[in-house]
Each structure stands twice: as C-alpha cells, then as structure tokens.
C-alpha cells in the first residue's frame, strides 16, 4: 500500500490542474464596445418601431379613404338613381328626397329652382327614370369624395309618349355629413353644379 504524507496533498484544494492568472487588463481596452452595441440596438430598435408606426399610419389613412370611397360611392349611385328619376304624379316626394339627399350650394340652388320644375313637371306630364349605367371614384378624401357616373335616362311626357333615352356624364360631388354621404354638388359636362 502507498502511503499518502501531508506534502504531497495541495494545500489549496485544486486538483492539479494548474490555471493561469488572469492578465493585467491594458489601458484603452475595449471595455466601450458593449455598452455601445447596446445604444446602437436600442436606437435601431426605435427607429424601426417609429419607421413600423409611421407605415401603420398610412396604411390606416388609406384604408380609411377607401372606406370612404366605396361608401360614398354607393350614396352618389343611389343619389344619381334619385336625381335622375321623377313622375308627375310623386314629384313633391321626388323632390324631398333629393333634398333629403343633398346639401350646401347644391341643395340651396336645388331648392330655388325645384317650384319652377315642379310645375314643367306636372304640366307637362313628365316621367323620367334613371339607371346608372358606370360609375368611379375621381378623388377622395376622409369626408369629401368625388364621383364621375354615367346615367341612362329615360323621359316620356304628354308630347312624347314614346320614351326617349338619353346618357349623360355627371359629376357629383359628396360630402360626409353627420355620419351620411350627401351631394354637395352636381355638375354636368358644359354646365354648372
């Protein structure tokens, strides 16, 4: 059996392994390299997160104008439809619904001229119906959407029984009003709103 003395056990409880001290650290180490990698990610973080909300915002803009156009589109169809369409018989109904469907400068002109209408209307037994035969949107804006429509009419009256059909551009000119799309002006090619 070998026998084990005191001088041959370390004394300080390593293995035998011998590990090399740590070196002295220089002076202009590159101690400044962390802390500045984690400033330039920091500020590249930020940036791509201003760069992600301003894009965000955009995004949420143009969704909001297309909201905006699809809707006011559909009100200027109808409005056309409205506008277009009239009888003898139901004029002071035709009449408040196109009031009903308009306003500002149109709806004040509109107004100033509908008695005189009214009465070529009835005397002359008018009946017209419009179809809107194509429609899109020329501009738009969260509250303020421009449409260009093409509209087939047809007029009859007491001198001429046989409907006659005609097609006009109109440009209508809609406007968001606690919380409906409304004409805020009509305007014929050649002729004004």
Same mark, same amino acid.
Do not use: C
């Given at each position: 059996?070998?026998?084990?003395?005191?001088?041959?056990?370390?004394?300080?409880?390593? #293995?035998?392994?011998?590990?090399?001290?740590?070196?002295?650290?220089?002076?202009?180490?590159?101690?400044?390299?962390?802390?500045?990698?984690?400033?330039?990610?920091? @500020?590249?973080?930020?940036?791509?997160?201003?760069?992600?909300?301003?894009?965000?915002?955009?995004?949420?803009?143009?969704?909001?104008? #297309?909201?905006?156009?699809?809707?006011?589109?559909?009100?200027?169809?109808?409005?056309?439809? *409205?506008?277009?369409?009239?009888?003898?018989?139901?004029?002071?109904?035709?009449?408040?619904?196109?009031?009903?469907?308009?306003?500002?400068?149109?709806?004040?002109?509109?107004?100033?001229?509908?008695?005189?209408?009214?009465?070529?209307?009835?005397?002359?037994?008018?009946? *017209?119906?419009?179809?809107?035969?194509?429609?899109?949107?020329?501009?738009?804006?969260?509250?303020?959407?421009?449409?260009?429509?093409?509209?087939?009419?047809?007029?009859?009256?007491?001198?001429?029984?046989?409907?006659?059909?005609?097609? *006009?551009?109109?440009?209508?000119?809609?406007?968001?009003? #606690?919380?409906?799309?409304?004409?805020? *002006? @009509?305007?014929?090619?050649?002729?004004?709103?």
């Amino acid at each position: 059996m070998t026998d084990i003395r005191d001088d041959d056990v370390d004394s300080d409880g390593d #293995d035998g392994e011998s590990v090399a001290p740590e070196a002295p650290k220089a002076k202009g180490d590159n101690n400044w390299i962390r802390p500045l990698l984690r400033w330039a990610g920091a @500020v590249v973080f930020v940036a791509v997160l201003a760069v992600a909300g301003f894009e965000g915002w955009m995004l949420l803009r143009q969704h909001q104008r #297309d909201v905006a156009a699809s809707q006011a589109l559909n009100a200027a169809r109808d409005f056309a439809v *409205t506008l277009t369409s009239a009888d003898a018989a139901t004029v002071d109904q035709d009449f408040a619904n196109i009031l009903d469907g308009a306003t500002g400068d149109f709806k004040d002109k509109y107004t100033g001229a509908s008695a005189q209408l009214r009465k070529v209307l009835i005397d002359n037994k008018v009946t *017209t119906r419009g179809e809107v035969v194509a429609s899109a949107v020329k501009s738009a804006t969260g509250n303020k959407v421009e449409v260009l429509l093409f509209v087939k009419q047809s007029v009859t009256n007491s001198t001429a029984p046989q409907p006659r059909t005609d097609f *006009t551009a109109v440009t209508i000119t809609m406007e968001q009003v #606690d919380g409906r799309w409304l004409a805020s *002006t @009509v305007e014929l090619p050649g002729g004004a709103g």
